[in-house]
C-alpha cells in the first residue's frame, strides 16, 4: 500500500511540474512575440519618420530649385536652351 502511495505522489509531482513546465513556456512565447511585435512597430514608426524626413528633403530641393528659375526668368537670364538643351537656338 505504500508503494502505491508514493506512485500516485510521484505521478501528481511530475503532472504538476509538466503543468507548471507548460505554463512557463506559455509565458515565454507571449513575452517573445510581444518583443517581436514592439519591434516591428519601432521599425515601422521609423519608416515613417524617414520617408517623412526624405519628402521634406525632396520638397526642400524642389523649392529651392522652382526659386531659382524664378528669378532667372524674372531677371532676363533664362535661355531656351535652358529647356531643350539639344535644340540649336536661331537668333
Known amino acids: 500500500?505504500?508503494?502505491?502511495?508514493?506512485?500516485?505522489?510521484?505521478d501528481?509531482?511530475?503532472?504538476?511540474?509538466m503543468n507548471e513546465w507548460e505554463i512557463q513556456t506559455t509565458i515565454q512565447i507571449?513575452?517573445?512575440w510581444e518583443e517581436k511585435v514592439n519591434l516591428g512597430e519601432e521599425l515601422a514608426q521609423s519608416d515613417v519618420e524617414?520617408?517623412?524626413s526624405a519628402q521634406g528633403i525632396i520638397?526642400?530641393?524642389?523649392?529651392?530649385?522652382?526659386?531659382?528659375l524664378l528669378i532667372k526668368r524674372?531677371?532676363?537670364?533664362?535661355?531656351s536652351?535652358?529647356?531643350?538643351?539639344?535644340e540649336e537656338i536661331k537668333p
Open 30 to 32: 507571449h513575452q517573445s
Open 50 to 52: 524617414s520617408s517623412q
Open 12 to 17: 501528481l509531482i511530475t503532472k504538476e511540474a
Open 59 to 68: 520638397n526642400q530641393i524642389v523649392a529651392s530649385e522652382t526659386s531659382d
Open 81 to 86: 536652351d535652358f529647356f531643350f538643351p539639344n
Open 1 to 10: 500500500m505504500t508503494q502505491h502511495c508514493l506512485e500516485e505522489g510521484m
Open 74 to 79: 524674372k531677371e532676363g537670364n533664362m535661355h
